[in-house]
């Protein structure tokens, strides 16, 4: 069975004006395979009325962000905003004023070593994903300090996404590649897990109980041949990892009434499931993922060359008690993994995934190369409401009340800011 068939075994300022044309547009399909990017069904072109904008490059005002990476409405309109290298969050008012800032960098209770996503809970409060404390921090509605729970024993590494749940709880799950050991010390190098759990944990109390609703697929990988980087007390040789490009993602977002929609191959098809991880339904388009070529590998291994020679590319960032290890070993170790990167065989159709307040789904599909392509609104039955043409709107990562969203942008000198909206209109 090849790497391309693998994905067939798994189991079945002016006043908004939304536009809804009938009339479906198609993108022609290139001689490079079959084309993700058709724009088809009724199409709509939605207008936005933006409310404000926070994140200034200068710096020295509350507002000049480092890196957001997560952003969260309240129900009275309030935004959270993650600043993870900052290790802050910021809580501005429906206008865009500071309300208050908690967190700080440190290993105290309240302090964040790694924060990498942030959610609200029903009632208000605050929970933040720590990679550094292995853990999800707990605050109450203004900011204050409540109380942490570790994430599962195993779990060495990986961002962790996390959702609002209708109980008492969460849902979350370690995206990307995580390396978990088996067993306690010495019992060998860590190992790459088959699958990535979803986890919905209980937040009752002090005490928090957590199961797997889920195991979502995950292409296979294998450890490589070691690197060796410079640390704090010399050097040390990290578990080597091959970087893979176009390689599907897991996509996940949950419903308002605590289902969860996942995505995890290269088709257009997303699984629902119910609260306790049971299979509700799929929701699947006869959109077929478009092969990679040679162009395509060529392309992205010079962007990533280039990225890594502009001091941009990936984010690596390992903390121990004895201080950081040297940037430039590690630089030149991502180098080496560049040239020598693999590639999937096909660009997966979907490129991200989210659900509204109306439990709309929202698919973002890929276009040509990287560049994204259509957005098609459908509901949890699998019904086309429309879709959105390429470069018109990316998905909110966001929603709030009355249609309010949030997109976190980069500005020209690709300093973080965060535009809140008012999408009116939409089927």
């Given amino acids: 069975m090849t790497l391309a068939t693998r994905r067939l075994s798994r189991p079945k300022t002016s006043r908004p004006v939304a536009i809804l044309l009938t009339v479906g547009l198609a993108a022609g399909c290139s001689d490079e395979g079959p084309a993700t990017s058709q724009v088809d069904g009724p199409v709509v072109l939605p207008m936005v009325e933006t409310s404000y904008t926070v994140g200034q490059a200068a710096g020295g005002h509350w507002d000049s962000f480092s890196r957001v990476t997560s952003v969260a409405f309240d129900e009275e309109s309030r935004l959270f905003i993650l600043d993870t290298d900052a290790h802050l969050v910021s809580l501005v008012d429906p206008e865009g004023e500071l309300v208050t800032q908690f967190g700080s960098r440190g290993d ?21 994903a720590d990679a550094g404390h292995r853990a999800f921090l707990i605050f109450d509605a203004q900011g204050v300090y409540q109380r942490q729970h570790p994430f599962p024993d195993g779990v060495m ?14 849902v979350y799950a370690a995206r990307g590649v995580i390396m978990q050991r088996v067993g306690g010390p010495g019992s060998g190098p860590p190992s790459i897990p088959d699958g990535t759990p979803i986890h919905r944990m209980i937040l009752a109390g002090e005490a928090a109980q957590d199961t797997v609703l889920h195991r979502a697929w995950r292409p296979p990988r294998e450890l490589g041949e070691p690197g060796r980087v410079q640390g704090p007390r010399g050097g040390v040789r990290l578990p080597g990892l091959a970087i893979r490009a176009f390689e599907p993602q897991l996509h996940l977002a949950v419903f308002p009434d605590g289902r969860l929609a996942v995505a995890d191959s290269s088709d257009y098809r997303i699984q629902i499931l119910d609260r306790w991880g049971g299979l509700d339904g799929t929701v699947e388009r006869p959109i077929e993922p478009r092969p990679v070529t040679q162009a395509d590998r060529t392309r992205e291994r010079d962007r990533r060359l280039a990225e890594l020679e502009a001091g941009g590319g990936p984010r690596i960032q390992i903390v121990t008690s004895g201080g950081s290890f040297d940037q430039g070993d590690l630089r030149e170790m991502l180098e080496e993994q560049v040239q020598d990167m693999d590639f999937w065989p096909e660009l997966p159709v979907i490129r991200s995934l989210a659900v509204d307040n109306q439990s709309r789904l929202w698919v973002h599909r890929s276009g040509e190369g990287r560049d994204p392509g259509p957005l098609d609104l459908l509901t949890a039955e699998g019904e086309l409401l429309g879709t959105i043409p390429p470069d018109a709107l990316t998905i909110p990562q966001a929603f709030g009340p009355d249609g309010q969203v949030a997109w976190i942008e980069l500005d020209e000198l690709e300093v973080s800011r965060v535009r809140v909206a008012r999408l009116e209109g939409l089927p």
């Fill in 108 to 128: 105290g209770p309240g302090q964040f070593r790694v924060p990498q996503s942030l959610a609200l809970r029903p009632g208000g409060e605050v929970v933040v």
């Fill in 157 to 170: 590494a990986g961002a962790n996404l996390l959702f609002p749940h209708l109980d008492d709880g969460l």
